[in-house]
């Protein structure tokens, strides 16, 4: 059973993956970055972004309801 539509789990996992990639460009001084594969993440971006938009709004707040309460209960577990 799917919990979100196609576009907003693409747009997780985009999100997961360039976030892993932000950080190794914050973080690593030794990372090289290519112009062409900077391009693409910067498009596939756009593009999960674009999609995640034309889902419904009930989706959509499903989504940051999910992520928002899925953090707190690790927060809590934590403390």
Known sequence: ????????????????????KRH????????QLFKSEV???IADA??????FSNTAAKDRRAFAAFVLFKNRERQDRNS
């Open 1 to 20: 059973m799917k919990k979100f539509p196609k576009e907003i789990e693409d747009f997780a996992n985009a999100f997961v993956a360039l976030q892993a």
């Open 39 to 41: 391009k693409q993440d």
């Open 24 to 31: 190794i460009a914050d973080y690593d001084p030794f990372a």
């Open 46 to 51: 756009k593009e999960a972004i674009a999609n």
